[in-house]
């Protein structure tokens, strides 16, 4: 009994990496790589099925601790389970990856979906920020929030997701220099066009610009983690996409929009 309750106390003094969306393309990179690198996971999707493959694939593979915790984002109840069972343990890094988009025209979107994006992408996100930083502000240390490329522009045919990325984007920078005192060192990983299960659900189709610009996940992960090492506050993953994010940055707003436009009508 003695010793059952030893091993409890010495598995919550661990200190956790907790990652949204684990399951999917970008999210189980972030889990590969962290694992690889020692770290005792706290893994979030909606599929326990999916999440306990991942598991018993890591566990193989590296001597760390995989914690699985089901919640879907957009159900309330179901988010409250999860931040109880979060008090539990001592995290010391967030990851907020789990986010979808949706392409398509704003007046013939289903406003469901545009609620439940603006849930999981921004309310949830933000939610785990400050849950980490209030009730975990003894072992929280570093912060990634999954932005993307469309944190920088509007998109025409995906409006609300690219506002939803911008929002991520502002609030991570901002979020960066009020923890920079405590030591937190907070950043939003922007990525381009990667080959996971995004697109499919989005209903959309990379063009052959995006095609040239795709980085990996994996690869998308070790710039985020070289880019937090080196405490930048924005990592944009691949040298053409931070030749576009630059590019675009010196263009009229007006210009801009019109080929944001050009680009994203041809995506169906
Ligand atoms: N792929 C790209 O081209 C691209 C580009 C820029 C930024 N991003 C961003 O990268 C992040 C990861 O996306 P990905 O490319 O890896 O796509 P993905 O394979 O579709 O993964 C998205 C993850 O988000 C989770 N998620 C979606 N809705 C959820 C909900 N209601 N509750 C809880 N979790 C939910 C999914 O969980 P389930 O596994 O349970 O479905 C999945 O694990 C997203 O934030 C996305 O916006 C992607």
Redesign the pocket.
């Known amino acids: 009994m003695n010793c059952l309750k030893d091993t409890i106390k010495v598995v919550m003094k661990m200190k956790w990496t907790l990652i ?8 189980q990179a972030f889990c590969r790589q962290y694992a690889a690198s020692g770290c005792n996971l706290l893994v ?4 326990f099925e ?1 999440l306990n493959t991942l598991k018993i694939e890591l566990m193989k593979e590296y001597s760390v601790r995989i914690e699985i915790c089901v ?4 159900n309330n109840e179901s988010f409250k389970e999860f931040s109880e069972f979060l008090g539990k343990y001592h995290i010391e890094r967030l990851i907020c ?5 949706s392409y398509g025209l704003f007046a013939e979107a289903d406003a469901n979906q545009m609620i ?1 994006m603006h ?3 921004m309310d ?1 996100l933000m939610k785990l920020n400050h849950l980490v930083v209030c009730n975990h502000a003894e072992s929280i240390k570093e912060i990634i929030n ?5 944190s920088f522009q509007p998109g025409p045919w995906m409006s609300v ?1 690219y506002a939803t ?1 911008a929002y991520v984007l502002s609030f991570s920078q901002a979020l960066s220099i009020e923890l920079k005192s405590k030591g937190i060192r907070v950043c939003a990983l ?10 499919k ?1 989005a209903q959309l189709k990379h063009t052959w610009m995006q095609k040239m610009v795709m980085v990996t ?1 994996d690869y998308a992960v070790k710039c985020a983690m070289k880019g937090l090492k080196k405490g930048k506050s924005i990592v944009v993953p691949g040298f053409m996409n931070r030749m576009l994010v630059s590019f675009s940055s010196f263009m009229p707003s007006s210009l801009r929009l019109s080929m944001m436009s050009l680009i994203q009508s041809r995506r169906k």
């Open positions: 949204t969306g684990a399951a999917g393309g970008l999210g979030q999707g909606r599929s999916q919640c879907d984002f957009t990856n789990a986010g979808f988009g439940q849930q999981v992408n949830v999954v932005a993307s490329t469309a997701y990325k922007c990525c381009g066009p990667m080959e996971t299960g995004f697109s659900r996940p």
